[in-house]
């Protein structure tokens, strides 16, 4: 019996052929590093001190929650991923996971996270987490994904819990400046995601999920990349602004937002070609999204770097 054959003998049983990378890749993990940097970006500015084994395992309860996140979602969309070419080589529709083992790992997973942060920390963080989780479940994955083009704007707020977490794992409470991490993950995931949804459009139409590109076009879809990307400059710079950090992150903050401001504008002129004709190959878009990935890094990073040095 083939593998594929085997790893779809019951839908609620752990599949005969699933491998480790499989398990691994309904994890998200690509996804999971920035939710594991920021949280442990959260957890490292905290005032306070926590024992660096339980910084740790907060971290890692953040990692497991995203990871578990994710398993879920995949699970839920199993339908659309099979219909999309970037998402059709997924464990469950390549047929090599049962579709009830993705959930029944995805639930235990979010449950454990959830029970350990609490037992390692504080129930305000683990009330974030499991906060964060069902969000990104229930809201985006179950109800908004397949609605409403907004789903990313509304629905990514999901992401930007993580600082939040890491900082209540800390404290025990939560501030204005996780709070100010919070929103500036908020206002940079649509332009991070519509850029990639740009040269994926064709995936989503076929899928019927009404991301922005399909539903108000590229065009509408590039301005509002831009619109955002603006949106986020005082964002990025509130925590100077607040006197968290000094003058060194406003200049780091300003030099990677004007960077990332002029990707989204060859984005914009992208689709504009002699003459007010429509031309594009949508590279702008996939550079657009690889700074954008490269910007959140960065940007928190030096948040790290000049407030501890500072």
Wanted: hydrophobic share 55%.
């Amino acid at each position: 019996m083939d593998k594929p054959t085997a790893a779809v003998l019951m839908d609620g049983a752990f599949p005969i052929g699933a491998e480790l990378e499989d398990w691994i890749a309904l994890l998200k993990p690509r996804v999971m590093s920035l939710v594991v940097f920021t949280g442990a970006i959260g957890v490292l500015l905290a005032p306070g001190h926590l024992n660096p084994v339980l910084a740790i395992t907060a971290v890692l309860c953040i990692a497991a929650g995203a990871g578990a996140s994710g398993a879920i979602n995949m699970w839920y969309d199993r339908d659309i991923d099979a219909i999309m070419r970037r998402t059709a080589g997924r464990p469950i529709p390549a047929g090599r996971m049962a579709p009830g083992s993705a959930l029944g790992f995805g639930v235990v997973l979010a449950c454990a996270s959830v029970l350990m942060m609490a037992i390692a920390t504080n129930l305000v963080a683990a009330g974030g987490l499991a906060l964060s989780i069902c969000f990104y479940v229930f809201i985006y994955t179950m109800w908004l994904k397949r609605r409403t083009p907004q789903n990313i704007v509304i629905g990514g707020a999901a992401g930007a819990f993580p600082p939040v977490i890491g900082w209540a794992a800390v404290t025990g409470t939560v501030d204005l400046v996780p709070l100010l991490m919070f929103a500036i993950i908020f206002f940079w995931t649509p332009p991070h995601f519509w850029s990639m949804s740009l040269y994926a459009s064709e995936d989503y139409g076929r899928a019927g999920v009404p991301m922005l590109p399909v539903v108000s076009g590229p065009r509408i879809t590039r301005a509002w990349v831009l619109a955002y990307t603006l949106a986020l400059v005082p964002v990025a710079i509130s925590p100077w602004a607040v006197g968290f950090v000094g003058i060194d992150y406003l200049i780091l903050a300003l030099i990677l937002s004007a960077m990332f401001v002029y990707h989204a504008l060859r984005v914009l002129m992208d689709g504009q070609g002699p003459g007010g004709t429509s031309l594009t190959n949508n590279a702008p878009a996939r550079k657009a999204f690889r700074f954008s990935l490269m910007h959140l890094f960065l940007l928190f990073a030096a948040l790290a770097l000049c407030r501890l040095v500072g």
